[in-house]
């Protein structure tokens, strides 16, 4: 069983910049994509950012391009989502996701507050 740890969320003016962590406790995760989610009060989980295993293949929502990066540390067993440029449309609980094949694994979300 993998146990994914979401850190770094809080409150942000518009603007700012905050950096995600998703710790993972086993070694096992630099094999699986890994991916941050994000969900609005009143609104469905959404994509906002994917990594390959090996961190050479990223993708991201249309919404945050240019404006987010993710990375992977696979020695750490850490991905992190530096998220610049925040508008108060980015208000969410942020969820880290490893994926392999039909397994998913879900971290316990982290709360981003950006104020206008």
């Known amino acids: 069983q993998v146990q994914l740890v979401e850190s770094g969320g809080g409150l942000v003016q518009a603007g700012g910049s905050l950096r995600l962590s998703c710790a993972a406790s086993t070694r096992t995760i630099s094999t699986y994509v890994s991916r941050w989610f994000r969900q609005a009060p009143g609104k469905e989980r959404e994509i906002v950012a994917a990594i390959s295993w090996s961190g050479l293949v990223t993708d991201y929502a249309d919404s945050v391009k240019g404006r987010f990066t993710i990375s992977r540390d696979n020695a750490k067993n850490t991905v992190y989502l530096q998220m610049n440029s925040l508008k108060p449309e980015d208000t969410a609980v942020y969820y880290c996701?490893?994926?392999?094949?039909?397994?998913?694994?879900w971290g316990q979300g982290t709360q981003v507050t950006v104020s206008s």
């Open positions: 996701n490893a994926n392999r094949d039909t397994t998913d694994y």
